[in-house]
């Protein structure tokens, strides 16, 4: 069973920035597709970015790309948030499920992951 749990959220003023982490453990497969999404309060969850963890291929939902980068290093993903704004403030939650995943269309859908660690909030400020 694999367990994820994030950590690295906060409050910060807009412009600037935070790194989140998402330590994995419990892995069934070598290598898997693991993504960020985030919930803001009323909102629908929503894909930010995936990565391969083995070829490190990257997805970005158009809302992060040029901002945010996604990364994973030793059972960790990583996503370094630049230049954050005020409506990124939302719970941010890592997901992981079969690689195939990150080569669909349906990367930044939730249904597409089995695997969700518990979130963290992020919070921006004007």
């Known amino acids: 069973q694999v367990q994820l749990v994030e950590s690295g959220g906060g409050s910060v003023e807009a412009g600037g920035s935070l790194r989140l982490s998402c330590a994995a453990s419990?892995?069934?497969?070598?290598?898997?597709?693991m993504a960020w999404f985030r919930q803001a309060p009323g909102k629908e969850r929503e894909g930010v970015a995936a990565i391969d963890t083995a070829a490190g291929s990257t997805w970005y939902a158009d809302s992060a790309k040029g901002r945010f980068t996604i990364s994973n290093a030793k059972n960790t993903l990583y996503l370094q948030m630049n230049s954050l704004k005020p409506e990124d403030t939302a719970v941010y939650y890592c997901?992981?499920?079969?690689?195939?995943?990150?080569?669909?269309?349906?990367?930044?859908?939730?249904?597409?992951?089995?695997?969700w660690g518990q979130g963290t909030q992020v919070t921006v400020s004007s």
């Open positions: 997901a992981a499920d079969r690689t195939y995943v990150c080569y669909s269309a349906s990367w930044s859908t939730i249904a597409a992951y089995n695997y």
């Open positions: 419990g892995y069934t497969y070598r290598n898997y597709c």
